[in-house]
């Protein structure tokens, strides 16, 4: 068996949250098979995987399947020593895992309802609440990155702003992060796309803003 | 306030804020508990926990951690060498941050639906909300807590939930035991833990101030 035992990652291509597993697995130079899954049509290897959520990614680690993103990136880091993506002091770890999971809980679905609600007073909303919760990851940005001067978790999952936000703005006519109210955050954007471990990772922008224009469009039709 | 010096902020029947009220009664730690009133929010409150400005809040070396299950991992990394709530196997804890998070992603918001709920709305909130609990009981399976022999991070996320059973049963007219008996099991036997038995808020109670609140802001 290779050293780093056999290691599998069921993903989507231009998912962003199995795009945090594979910059993490692809920072620390972990061997891993990739698995395109076709999510209207899932895997029974998926389906046995990842029972309660039936969702990407899954990473199976020596057969052993982990579900969810966030937890993912913490069992990768344990097992992985090299590259750290979590500080190791319990505070700065509490921080980390805050940061994250403010993109999981607040960022997403706010941009997700400034973008894709059909009701233009739930999008006002949506937008509001956004340019909210980038404030204050613009107000928590105080280095290079998240992580200091290398990327860290905060990073990774805020990989959804770097990459995916602007390709929804430019999908559905929004403009969310700006570089006059967020020069912080846009010049993150840009340096952690230009990550060469993040840049070789990122799926086809057109590809993307395509994706996100067929949503939207379903969203309009059905008004 | 003093370096060492550890404060809690929480609120009410919070289960929230319970989970982290165990976690510190499980490693001993002394701690000063400060009950916030959320529609008067204190200016602690919302200086420690200005994005949110939820409870619970743990102060520590004057610096605040905020989230539940941040909270009680950060306790149990701090606090490390009495009563490890997380396995030191990798798998084994991701495993049990998987659950933990499924607590807070599907137990948490069907019970909510449950008690403020009607009609068919109710009756697909019951569903979910019971399915919820099935799988988490399928995962305990023959252990006898969610942690193995020892009471766990999964055993401290989800038993706080326990006291909100009879809100939820008495508004959904249904019984968690008849659909769930061996959690219902699992329940009484971390409520003989004095660190469950002291910390979980009396279920009647509970039910009357749920029935009050929503008297009170006319959900009837």
């Given at each position: 068996?290779?050293?780093?035992?056999?290691?599998?990652?069921?993903?989507?291509?231009g998912?962003?949250?199995?795009?945090?597993?594979?910059?993490?697995?692809?920072?620390?130079?972990?061997?891993y098979?990739?698995?395109?899954?076709?999510l209207?049509?899932?895997?029974?290897?998926l389906?046995?995987?990842?029972?309660?959520h039936?969702?990407?990614?899954?990473?199976?680690?020596?057969?052993r399947?982990?579900?969810?993103?966030?937890?993912?990136?913490?069992?990768i880091?344990?097992?992985?020593?090299n590259?750290?993506?979590?500080?190791?002091?319990?505070?700065?770890?509490?921080?980390?895992?805050?940061?994250?999971?403010?993109?999981?809980?607040?960022?997403?679905?706010?941009?997700?309802?400034?973008?894709?609600?059909?009701n233009?007073?739930?999008?006002?909303?949506?937008?509001?609440?956004?340019l909210?919760?980038l404030?204050?990851?613009?107000?928590e940005l105080?280095?290079k990155?998240?992580?200091?001067?290398?990327?860290?978790?905060?990073?990774?999952?805020?990989?959804?702003?770097?990459?995916?936000?602007?390709?929804i703005?430019?999908?559905?006519?929004?403009?969310?992060?700006?570089?006059?109210?967020?020069?912080?955050?846009?010049?993150?954007?840009?340096?952690?796309?230009?990550?060469?471990v993040?840049?070789?990772?990122?799926?086809?922008?057109?590809?993307?803003?395509?994706?996100?224009?067929?949503?939207?469009?379903?969203?309009?039709?059905s008004? | 306030?003093?370096?060492?010096?550890?404060?809690?902020?929480?609120?009410?029947?919070?289960?929230f804020?319970?989970?982290?009220?165990?976690?510190?009664?499980?490693?001993?730690?002394?701690?000063e508990?400060?009950?916030?009133?959320?529609?008067?929010?204190?200016?602690?409150?919302?200086?420690?926990?200005?994005?949110?400005?939820?409870?619970?809040?743990?102060?520590?070396?004057?610096?605040?951690?905020?989230?539940?299950?941040?909270?009680?991992?950060?306790?149990?990394?701090?606090?490390?060498?009495?009563?490890?709530l997380?396995?030191?196997?990798?798998?084994?804890?991701?495993?049990?941050?998987?659950?933990?998070d499924?607590?807070?992603?599907?137990?948490?918001?069907?019970?909510?639906?449950?008690?403020?709920?009607?009609?068919?709305e109710?009756?697909?909130?019951?569903?979910?909300?019971?399915?919820?609990?099935?799988?988490?009981?399928?995962?305990?399976?023959?252990?006898?807590?969610?942690?193995?022999?020892t009471f766990?991070?999964?055993?401290v996320?989800?038993?706080?939930?326990?006291?909100?059973?009879?809100?939820?049963?008495?508004?959904?007219n249904?019984?968690?035991?008849?659909?769930?008996?061996?959690?219902?099991?699992?329940?009484?036997?971390?409520?003989?833990?004095?660190?469950?038995?002291?910390?979980?808020?009396?279920?009647?109670?509970?039910?009357?101030?749920?029935?009050?609140?929503?008297?009170?802001?006319?959900?009837?």
């Amino acid at each position: 068996m290779a050293k780093d035992g056999e290691v599998q990652l069921f993903g989507v291509r231009g998912s962003p949250f199995a795009g945090r597993v594979q910059v993490a697995l692809e920072l620390k130079g972990v061997q891993y098979t990739y698995f395109e899954e076709d999510l209207r049509n899932k895997s029974d290897l998926l389906l046995k995987y990842n029972p309660i959520h039936k969702k990407v990614p899954v990473l199976v680690h020596n057969g052993r399947p982990l579900a969810e993103s966030l937890v993912i990136l913490q069992y990768i880091d344990e097992t992985w020593g090299n590259h750290p993506i979590f500080p190791q002091h319990p505070y700065h770890r509490a921080l980390a895992r805050f940061w994250s999971s403010f993109i999981d809980d607040k960022c997403l679905p706010a941009i997700t309802k400034a973008a894709f609600t059909a009701n233009k007073e739930e999008r006002e909303k949506g937008s509001e609440e956004s340019l909210e919760a980038l404030q204050f990851l613009e107000n928590e940005l105080k280095h290079k990155f998240f992580g200091g001067e290398s990327i860290g978790i905060v990073d990774i999952a805020a990989g959804f702003i770097a990459f995916w936000l602007p390709a929804i703005e430019e999908a559905v006519g929004l403009k969310l992060l700006s570089s006059e109210k967020f020069p912080k955050l846009s010049k993150w954007s840009e340096e952690y796309t230009n990550h060469p471990v993040v840049k070789e990772n990122l799926p086809q922008r057109e590809r993307v803003v395509g994706f996100f224009k067929a949503r939207y469009a379903s969203i309009v039709a059905s008004k | 306030m003093e370096e060492d010096k550890v404060v809690l902020l929480g609120s009410g029947f919070s289960m929230f804020g319970m989970r982290a009220k165990i976690a510190l009664a499980e490693k001993g730690i002394k701690y000063e508990y400060i009950e916030e009133d959320l529609t008067n929010k204190s200016s602690l409150l919302q200086e420690m926990n200005p994005i949110h400005k939820k409870i619970p809040v743990l102060i520590h070396h004057g610096r605040p951690i905020c989230e539940s299950l941040i909270i009680v991992e950060y306790i149990d990394m701090v606090w490390h060498s009495n009563s490890p709530l997380l396995p030191f196997d990798p798998y084994l804890k991701s495993q049990a941050k998987f659950w933990a998070d499924f607590v807070d992603q599907k137990v948490y918001h069907a019970s909510r639906r449950v008690w403020i709920s009607k009609g068919d709305e109710q009756e697909v909130a019951k569903k979910d909300f019971l399915e919820s609990l099935k799988h988490l009981e399928e995962f305990l399976g023959d252990k006898p807590y969610f942690g193995g022999e020892t009471f766990g991070f999964v055993d401290v996320a989800l038993i706080p939930f326990y006291c909100w059973f009879y809100t939820y049963e008495t508004f959904g007219n249904f019984k968690v035991e008849s659909v769930c008996p061996k959690l219902i099991s699992w329940a009484k036997r971390c409520m003989q833990k004095e660190s469950v038995s002291e910390t979980l808020a009396d279920e009647k109670e509970v039910y009357e101030s749920v029935l009050d609140y929503k008297t009170r802001f006319i959900l009837n």
